[in-house]
Each structure stands twice: as C-alpha cells, then as structure tokens.
C-alpha cells in the first residue's frame, strides 16, 4: 500500500480555496486515543500501527486519504494534532471511503480509522482513533489490494464485523511484523468472503443488488454511529441503533429481514470458516475465538430479527411475541457475556430450543404459536426431526466447500461464497417443506418453518 505525497499541492489547494472564499471543503473533526490498547505505543520501527496505549502522547498529526481501487492512498488532507488528541480536517467536499492517519513525527502511523464520507454542505464526525478503528483500517486497506477490479467493498460492513476484543487480540502473539500482517490478510479474506456470500444469498432469495448500492444506503448509520461513539454515551445503545439502521439499509435495497438473517449466517459462516482454516496457528487461537464470538453477535442481532419479524407478519398473538423478544434479548446478552466460541455456540443451542422446543415443543415459542398439545405434538416432533436431519447435512456441506476453497494459505473467495450459499439454500429449502408436514395446523403452517429455518440454522461452527 503506497501513499502518494500531494502535501505540498493541497496545502496551497486549501490556502487559495480558505484565501478566495471559493474552498469547496467538508470540515472533519476527530480525536485520537489511547483506547483499546494491549501493550505501550513504543512507536518502534516497523510496529503495528494498531492505536494503543501511548498512541495520543506519539502522534503529531492527522492525515486523510482517498483509497484507489487497487488500495493505493492519495493524501487530501492534513491536520495538526490538537489538545486532548483533536484535530480538524478541510477534506474536498463529496470524498467517500476515506482513510484517516495519525502520525508521529517522523512520518510513521501509530493509528487509523475509516470515514465513509464527507458529504457536501455538512460538517463530518470522525469515529474515536482507537485500537479497533486502526484494525478495521487495516482490514479494509488489505482488502482493496487483494480484490480483483470488478469486486467492491464495503467499508460499512468491515466495520460491522470487527470489534475491540478483536482488535485486543490482534496483536497478541505476533512477535513479528509478518505474523501480524498475515492476521490482517486472514480477516480480509474472511471479510470479502462474507461480502460475497451475503451477496450470493441475496441473489438467490431474488434480490439484486451491491456492495456499492448497500454502501450508499449504510452511510447514515455510520455517520450517526461516530456522533454517538464521539459524544460517549452507552457504547452498547450506539451499536444496537447501528445494527437496527442497517437492517433498514438493507430494506431499501429490497431485502426483507428474513432474508437478511439468512444472508447474514451465509456471510457469518463463511467469515468463521476462513478465519480458522487461515490462522490455524496456536499462537493465533486468541483472535481467532475473539472473531467467533464477533461474528455470533452479528448472527444473534439478525436471527433476532427475523424472528419477530415473522410472528408480526403471521399476527401472532402478543405473549407469543414477548416469549420471543425475551428469546432474543438473552441470545444477544448471553452471545455479549461469552468469553469463548464454546459459550457463544451454548448460547445459540439454547436460543434454538427455547424457539423449537427441542427439549420442550409445548413451552417453546413454536409450540405455542402453534398451539401445540399432546394429540398434535407428535406431528411437530417430525418436522423438528427432519429440521435437525437438515442441519446436520448443513453442516457437512459446509464443511465441504471450506476443504474446498481454503487452506493454511489461500482462499478462493468466489468458491466459497457460492457453496456456502448453495449450501444454506438447500438447508432452507429443505425445512420449508416441512410447511405440509405441518398442514395440520393451516395458515400457521408456513410461518412455523420460517421459524423453524431461523432456530436450527444459526451459527453453524463447522469443522
């Protein structure tokens, strides 16, 4: 990734422009912190530039770069670093996918952080420079190099899916500057993997749409994610609002929330999958959990929503509604509490038997949206008996286009998009006709196994 120097041509852009009144500039304003960090900021040559302890005492300035498609960065704006870590940026007004760096003295990133836009006629907040922006900074960067031309990226979603017990572990047991850019490659794989797989399940439920076109309709949630993140409010409340305005995002592109949740475990899958085939490595295993457990968050917000999302739309009765809600709301805090895969993945199998009742069909939130009782039950048994057949056979094709398309060293990220979406296809297809299994019970017969797809389909951890 290199950068080309305009420093000089855009200070004497920004005097004319500031001097003539004629400057069509968005002012950015940002701050840099110590957040995040898992060791001092040496500032050593050759260090990750992953934010850190020390990283506000370090830095001496502030830069922002358009990103080329081939991950090249043009400097358009530079700042000097203010009191408490602040600084103010005049970038040309209109810019998207920017790349913001805090640098110390002698030209060397200490951390980064991604700005999707600085639209005309606003002024833009600039998220916290921490050690999780500088992550998903790298990320996003590697995965502009790496892609081919036609593919795009979205930088919303990378900072989606990458979270601070990430960015904690990302470092951890790197003892050299090549281990840790070979977990920066692994997770951008992982995330164009993921990109590509939400992708190929939107196609195949009829929606057509992009990475560019979800891009464009993310950017409010982001922009109002950096105001609440800057102000310091509830970091939990800031992100459950993000996640609620991408789901609208995703709306208005044409994709239903169910059809979002069964995306989003396609692209979960996929991103799980190429972490842990590409950083197999003992020392490695830290981040590799941590990036599980992120990625069950991004699957129990969406399972969550599908969920009530199908009982409204099948006028299911209000307690019914609430068992629900309360199903979801532990998913997501047991999902938040986890401090391994293992606890993530119980909370997932207790998620799917309070739903379909695996241990208790009359109590489960399908059981009494069915009402189901002891002359019915045995009818339910069956299409939960099938539900698990198909989830069984989901998880070894799964586990058949990871051997597949990834090893220690590569991924062909196209192969492993399109058989992972293949394989959660058929697994849908599979338990929907469970739908006549359930006739018994009438108009109430469909919406059971879209209930049924959401409980036994989520969070597949494969082989």
């Known amino acids: 990734m290199k950068t080309t120097t305009l420093r000089n041509l855009w200070a004497a852009v920004v005097v004319l422009g500031l001097g003539t009144g004629c400057g069509n500039t968005v002012q950015v304003k940002g701050r840099v912190t110590d957040g995040e960090g898992t060791q001092p900021q040496a500032v050593l040559a050759g260090a990750?530039?992953?934010?850190?302890?020390?990283?506000?005492?370090?830095?001496?300035?502030?830069?922002?770069?358009?990103?080329?498609?081939?991950?090249?960065?043009?400097?358009?704006?530079?700042?000097?670093?203010?009191?408490?870590?602040?600084y103010t940026l005049e970038v040309p007004a209109g810019e998207e996918r920017l790349v913001l760096e805090a640098v110390d003295a002698s030209g060397q990133v200490v951390a980064s952080a991604l700005l999707e836009a600085a639209a005309e006629g606003k002024a833009a907040v600039a998220p916290p420079m921490d050690s999780e922006t500088s992550l998903e900074a790298q990320v996003f960067l590697r995965m502009m190099v790496d892609k081919?031309?036609?593919?795009?990226?979205?930088?919303?979603?990378?900072?989606?899916?990458?979270n601070a017990h990430m960015a904690a572990a990302a470092r951890q047991g790197a003892s050299t500057e090549e281990a840790f850019r070979s977990r920066v490659k692994a997770l951008a794989d992982a995330a164009r993997a993921a990109q590509q797989a939400e992708l190929e399940m939107y196609a195949e439920a009829g929606v057509q749409t992009s990475q560019t076109a979800l891009f464009e309709q993310e950017l409010a949630a982001a922009a109002a994610l950096n105001v609440a993140l800057e102000a310091g409010g509830s970091v939990e409340q800031a992100y459950d609002t993000f996640h609620a305005e991408l789901r609208a995002a995703a709306e208005r592109v044409g994709a239903k929330v169910e059809e979002q949740a069964q995306s989003e475990r396609a692209a979960s899958a996929s991103f799980r999958a190429t972490v842990k085939a590409r950083l197999s490595a003992e020392d490695a295993q830290p981040l590799v959990d941590a990036t599980l457990r992120a990625?069950?968050?991004?699957?129990?917000?969406?399972?969550?929503?599908?969920?009530?999302?199908?009982?409204?739309?099948?006028?299911?009765?209000?307690?019914?509604?609430?068992?629900?809600?309360?199903?979801?709301?532990?998913?997501?805090?047991?999902v938040r509490a986890s401090t391994s895969a293992a606890m993530a993945a119980s909370a997932f199998s207790n998620f799917e038997a309070g739903v379909a009742g695996s241990t208790?069909?009359?109590?489960?939130?399908?059981?009494r949206?069915?009402?189901?009782?002891?002359?019915?039950?045995?009818?339910?048994?069956?299409?939960?008996?099938?539900?698990?057949?198909?989830?069984?056979?989901?998880?070894?094709?799964?586990?058949?286009?990871v051997s597949s398309a990834v090893s220690a060293n590569a991924v062909d990220v196209s192969m492993l998009a399109t058989k992972t979406a293949a394989a959660y296809q058929a697994y849908a297809a599979a338990v929907r006709t469970q739908a006549s299994v359930l006739a018994v019970f009438g108009t109430k017969a469909a919406p059971a196994a879209e209930l049924l797809v959401v409980a036994e389909g989520s969070f597949q951890l494969g082989q």
């Open 48 to 86: 990750a530039p992953l934010g850190g302890s020390g990283t506000v005492a370090a830095a001496t300035q502030v830069r922002a770069s358009t990103v080329g498609t081939d991950g090249r960065l043009t400097v358009v704006a530079e700042g000097k670093l203010e009191a408490q870590g602040r």
């Open 148 to 162: 081919p031309q036609a593919e795009t990226v979205d930088m919303v979603d990378v900072r989606a899916r990458i």
């Open 295 to 334: 990625s069950a968050g991004m699957e129990a917000r969406a399972s969550g929503a599908a969920l009530s999302a199908i009982l409204s739309a099948a006028n299911a009765a209000d307690d019914v509604k609430q068992q629900a809600a309360t199903a979801s709301t532990t998913l997501r805090t047991q």
């Open 360 to 367: 208790n069909v009359q109590a489960s939130v399908l059981g």
């Open 369 to 401: 949206y069915l009402g189901v009782n002891a002359s019915n039950q045995l009818v339910v048994s069956a299409a939960l008996t099938a539900t698990l057949t198909a989830a069984a056979t989901l998880n070894t094709t799964l586990d058949a286009a």
